[in-house]
C-alpha cells in the first residue's frame, strides 16, 4: 500500500473541553502518514490553547473569523498538504483503523472517495453517559442498495466517514448556504460526478451532544429545502423517490409536531407547484 500523506481537517466552534479527544484519536490511527488541521471557527474559548498543548508536529492550528462548519472545512482543504483528505468532527472520535483501512480501500478499488458505517451517541447533559441510537448504514443493508436513489431518500453519509482524493474536494466545495445536512448535500454530489467504495466496518463514533448543531430542527427544514431546490430535476422525474425523502424527514420530526406540520404543508406546496417550460426535465 502506498504511504500517502492525508490531510484530516477538524472544523472547531468552541469545543475546547472535547477537542483534545478528536484530535488524540486520529493521531492514534494505525496509519501514520498523516497531518491534522484543526481550522478554528472563531472560538471565544481556549481551544487554540488546548490545541497547542498537543505536543504532535502532524498538527497544525489556524484561526477564521466565525463562518460556518462549511467555510472551515473548505479552508482547511485549501491548506491541506496531503493526496488524501478525510474530514473530521471536533466532538467526535474515530476508531484506530478508519484511516488504515479507507486507504487500503480506496487504493485498492480504484475510486474516488470512500465511505465507511458510523456509530452514533446520545450524551445525556446531567450523567455525561452515552446511548447507542444507530449505526449508519444500517448494519443489514445490502451494498447494492448504496446507490444515489437510496441516498436522496435517506442519508447515510456523515462527513467523518469520508476519505478521498483532494482534487474531488477542491472541485466540489462544502456549500456555506446549508444551515444543517452539510454531509447530505456533500454526498449527494460526490455521487452524481464520482466513484465510491464503501468500506463495512463502523470506524467513526458521533456523539450528539445537547449543543449539537443536530439538534437544531429548524435548520434542518431549511437544509432538506435547499436539498430538495438543489435535486429538483432528479425528484420531479422520480416522484415515488422525493415521497420517501419527505416521509423519512417526516419520521425525523415527530417529536416535533408543529414542525412537523408546517414541513408538510410547505412541502406539499412545493411538490404540487406547477413546472413552466423554463424548468429543467
Keep these: 500500500m502506498h504511504d500517502e500523506l492525508v490531510s484530516v481537517v477538524i472544523p472547531s466552534y468552541n469545543r475546547a473541553y472535547c477537542i483534545a479527544d478528536s484530535v488524540g484519536s486520529v493521531l492514534d490511527q494505525t496509519y501514520g502518514n498523516l497531518e491534522v488541521i484543526v481550522v478554528d471557527d472563531g472560538s471565544n474559548d481556549n481551544t487554540e490553547e488546548v490545541v497547542a498543548s498537543i505536543d504532535d508536529g ?3 492550528y489556524v484561526r477564521q473569523n466565525n463562518a460556518g462548519a462549511c467555510v472551515a472545512r473548505n479552508h482547511g482543504v485549501d491548506l491541506a498538504r496531503g493526496s488524501l483528505i478525510a474530514f473530521h468532527d471536533s466532538d467526535d472520535l474515530w476508531l484506530p483503523q478508519k484511516l488504515e483501512r479507507q486507504v487500503h480501500a480506496l487504493q485498492s478499488s480504484g475510486a474516488d472517495f470512500c465511505y465507511c458505517r458510523i456509530q452514533t451517541f446520545r450524551e445525556d447533559s446531567r450523567t455525561g453517559l452515552r446511548r447507542l441510537v444507530h449505526i449508519m ?21 456523515s462527513t467523518q466517514v469520508l476519505l478521498g482524493h483532494r482534487d474531488i474536494f477542491v472541485e466540489e466545495r462544502f456549500d ?14 460526490l455521487f452524481r460526478r464520482f466513484i465510491p467504495v464503501f468500506e463495512p466496518e463502523v470506524l467513526v463514533s458521533q456523539i450528539i451532544r445537547p449543543d449539537s448543531l443536530s439538534s437544531d430542527v429548524s435548520k434542518f427544514c431549511q437544509g432538506l429545502e435547499l436539498i430538495e431546490q438543489k435535486n429538483e430535476d432528479y425528484l420531479f422525474l422520480h ?20 414542525v412537523l406540520a408546517r414541513l408538510i404543508r410547505k412541502r406539499l406546496m412545493w ?11
Design 58 to 60: 502532524r498538527v497544525r
Design 137 to 157: 448504514p444500517k448494519e443489514n443493508v445490502e451494498l447494492a442498495d448504496l446507490t444515489f436513489e437510496r441516498l436522496i431518500e435517506r442519508n447515510f453519509i
Design 176 to 189: 456555506p448556504q446549508m444551515p444543517r445536512l452539510q454531509d447530505w448535500d456533500m454526498a449527494l454530489r
Design 239 to 258: 416522484k415515488d423517490v422525493h415521497a420517501k425523502m419527505l416521509f423519512n424527514a417526516g419520521m425525523a420530526l415527530l417529536g416535533h409536531p408543529i
Design 271 to 281: 411538490v404540487n407547484r406547477p413546472r413552466g417550460r423554463e424548468s429543467r426535465a
